[in-house]
């Protein structure tokens, strides 16, 4: 069965430092997602990527944040500059469209640990 | 008003009982709903999608949505103890970009 996959699944950086996490949504999707999740909070959404450019963009995605789609493969979120407060598990996903039937796919995470 | 809001337990039950989840939304103009599970360390996988009131049936589960009370549940027969894990719901957001908006999640357990 298809799947996205993220790496790394566990970083540690320091805080100030730059990180870039890495997914490979499924082929033929075209909506791209990221989402995160502080340990014991719920699942927020940060980010929607369709045709190249953010479609939609939470509160917490703010300047620091960015997202790429370097080539036909990889979907990647950039944090410029890391705050404790970003430790959480960052999700991927991807969905070949949106609505009724388009459920999404994602990824197993990965758990950012700023220190 | 918190947009999607769900007990987040623990709920405990014995093997083979009948687990009831829910969930209640803010927003009418919400239409498609979702239940995810997730198993720890694990990314949401997702389980049934409905977008009307009524019943939707997969097996085991049943999921239900009342849209004139904003309800939403997941019901589980037969409950496993590979059931353990934490359920989401989620709402589509108003908008048409794809979002997703969770609830905090209900943990199962089931004890053999």
């Known amino acids: 069965e298809p799947e996205v996959t993220q790496t790394p699944s566990h970083q540690v950086t320091q805080m100030g430092q730059e990180v870039i996490l890495r997914c490979v949504p499924i082929?033929?999707?075209?909506?791209f997602y990221w989402y995160r999740q502080i340990l014991g909070q719920k699942v927020e959404f940060l980010v929607s990527f369709y045709n190249n450019e953010i479609s939609e963009k939470s509160e917490i995605f703010d300047d620091q944040f960015s997202v790429e789609r370097p080539d036909g493969s990889n979907f990647t979120l950039k944090i410029r500059s890391t705050k404790l407060e970003d430790s959480a598990m960052y999700f991927c996903?991807?969905?070949?469209?949106?609505?009724?039937?388009?459920?999404?796919?994602f990824g197993s995470g990965t758990r950012l640990t700023v220190v | 008003q918190k947009e999607v809001e769900q007990d987040p337990g623990p709920l405990s039950v014995p093997e083979g009982a009948i687990v009831s989840l829910n969930c209640t939304y803010s927003?009418?103009?919400?239409?498609?709903f979702m239940w995810y599970r997730q198993y720890s360390r694990k990314g949401p996988e997702l389980l049934m999608y409905?977008?009307?009131?009524g019943n939707k049936e997969d097996g085991r589960f049943t999921a239900q949505v009342d849209k004139s009370s904003k309800y939403i549940s997941l019901f589980i027969r037969d409950s496993q103890p590979s059931d353990s894990a934490t359920y989401l719901c989620?709402?589509?957001?108003?908008?048409?970009?794809?979002?997703?908006?969770f609830g905090q999640g209900t943990t199962l357990q089931v004890k053999p």
């Open positions: 927003n009418s103009a919400f239409q498609y």
């Open positions: 989620a709402v589509h957001g108003s908008g048409n970009t794809g979002k997703l908006i």
């Open positions: 082929s033929n999707h075209l909506y």
């Open positions: 996903a991807s969905s070949e469209a949106v609505g009724p039937g388009y459920g999404y796919t």
């Open positions: 409905t977008y009307s009131s």
